[in-house]
């Protein structure tokens, strides 16, 4: 690496901060599912329900986050107050309290998640010299490669620390790790000068008015995050609003714009739609199929049964190993590249793919009359590359499509299509939800017509949006 090309001094930070947030997030993830089953004896509808409102939450947080950033706190301050919120909320959920206080620790931790998220990328962003920086690119395809190495490594601890102690000690070491993170962060923010890289608010001195109602904020948001995650209705309803509210917003902007620009805005509205599709299939890797893994497929590697958090990181090795690869081929490619809404149709018909594959895995069955995990394991990584064919590539079609007076606010509908995509894939896992006391093969059953219904409705969604792309988005893009 040449002397031009080195990447600046905020890299190291920003993706070492990263990984460490990732890792600590990451192993309450992974972990979720399996621990309400586990420890609150919950049924599987009620579980997906939970699993699908958190990860709503932390998806849609980054936007009150972003807004804090940018008006309130700054950057800097924003990261550190995120990560102090998300330790004390792991702190909570270490211990084995009754529900409500786990809702608390999740809801604090989904705020945390919210002021932290979108500082180190901002901050990675700014130290760049503009848009056409040669570095800009690689530099944020390896601050990825960080984020995706602190989600491998969760996998592994969570795994290995949950069958030789129990889920809350996992908790516990996720507390640690983001506390380590922070350290790191406070120690090494101070040799580069952070303020350089900061924004408006974060130059300014914040008064205690503002202070006050960034903790205001931070206490209702937290307490309104609990209701959520403890009544599947009020998640429902409050999500279905957040919905409505945006298209009604998306609607009226459209109105706004010129003949050309209208048709791009609206074709990046359709390809949101697509968006929130591929998403309904994508959560249910925190659902459904981290279930399956547990209960019906065979772990048994070399004589010893794996944990099913550990085959989690399929997805994050399939990143490493197949975005350099899909990269080099855009590169490639050139002018000649495809279409973005070819790119977005080949994800979902992947994911699509891998869903028929889960319901083939009940059928060629081991020898001990669990699912095959070899084809689970295959099902995982089509996933994964379905996800770099859409949601990797979701701010790139925002920025090609969208005026670049709407590139924040449509950055923030982005999040918002994931949060929905969340909230309806609690309702797509429920299709293999089982009663409790069935026998394995029973279980096999219900996991096969579940799987093949998914991927039947994938069909059906996929082919509306190659309809939809052939007779209409591409004569525009």
């Not at 080195?6 to 901060?17: A, D, E, G, I, N």
């Not at 004896?41 to 990860?55: E, H, N, T, Y």
């Not at 004390?88 to 409500?100: A, E, P, R, V, Y």
């Not at 547990?294 to 990181?313: L, W």
Request: net charge positive; aromatic share 14%.
């Amino acid at each position: 690496m040449t002397e031009n090309l080195k990447q600046p001094k905020t890299f190291l930070l920003c993706s070492m901060v990263s990984l460490f947030e990732r890792f600590g997030y990451y192993i309450l993830t992974f972990s979720l599912t399996l621990y309400l089953m586990s420890s609150f004896k919950l049924p599987d509808k009620a579980v997906f329900s939970i699993m699908g409102s958190f990860l709503a939450l932390t998806f849609l947080t980054p936007t009150f986050g972003g807004y804090v950033s940018d008006n309130i706190l700054g950057t800097n301050r924003s990261i550190i107050t995120g990560l102090i919120l998300e330790i004390f909320g792991f702190l909570l959920i270490s211990f084995k309290g009754d529900i409500q206080t786990f809702f608390l620790g999740c809801a604090l931790i989904a705020v945390g998640v919210g002021l932290f998220k979108t500082g180190p990328s901002a901050i990675l962003g700014k130290s760049y010299k503009g848009e056409k920086d040669p570095r800009m690119d690689s530099g944020f395809t390896y601050f990825y490669i960080f984020l995706n190495i602190g989600a491998i490594g969760s996998t592994f601890l969570a795994g290995i620390l949950s069958k030789s102690f129990n889920y809350n000690f996992c908790f516990l070491c996720a507390a640690f790790i983001i506390f380590i993170g922070l350290i790191y962060y406070l120690i090494f923010q101070k040799k580069i000068d952070i303020k350089k890289y900061e924004n408006k608010a974060g130059k300014e001195s914040v008064s205690k008015l503002k202070i006050g109602i960034v903790i205001l904020s931070c206490i209702v948001l937290t307490f309104l995050f609990k209701v959520l995650l403890s009544d599947n209705n009020a998640s429902n309803i409050t999500f279905a609003i957040i919905g409505f509210l945006i298209i009604i917003y998306l609607i009226k902007e459209s109105l706004k714009l010129k003949d050309e620009e209208r048709k791009k805005f609206t074709a990046a509205i359709f390809l949101l739609g697509f968006g929130v599709v591929f998403f309904l299939f994508y959560n249910q890797l925190f659902s459904s199929v981290i279930v399956f893994l547990k209960r019906v497929t065979n772990r048994n590697i070399g004589g010893h049964e794996i944990s099913a958090i550990i085959f989690q990181s399929v997805n994050p090795i399939s990143i490493l190993i197949f975005g350099p690869i899909l990269a080099g081929i855009y590169k490639k490619l050139g002018k000649n590249d495809f279409k973005i809404t070819s790119k977005f149709n080949f994800g979902i018909f992947l994911t699509v793919i891998a869903f028929f594959l889960m319901s083939l895995s009940t059928i060629i069955l081991k020898s001990n009359g669990k699912a095959n995990l070899y084809i689970v394991i295959s099902a995982i990584a089509l996933v994964s590359i379905g996800e770099l064919l859409t949601s990797a590539l979701g701010f790139s079609m925002i920025s090609k499509l969208v005026p670049k007076k709407m590139y924040g606010v449509m950055m923030g509908v982005w999040l918002v299509v994931q949060s929905m995509g969340a909230i309806l894939s609690a309702k797509f896992a429920n299709l293999v939800a089982q009663p409790d006391h069935i026998s394995i093969n029973q279980s096999m059953l219900i996991y096969r017509k579940g799987f093949f219904d998914m991927s039947l409705i994938g069909v059906l969604c996929l082919a509306v949006c190659i309809l939809v792309a052939k007779k209409y988005l591409e004569k525009i893009i």
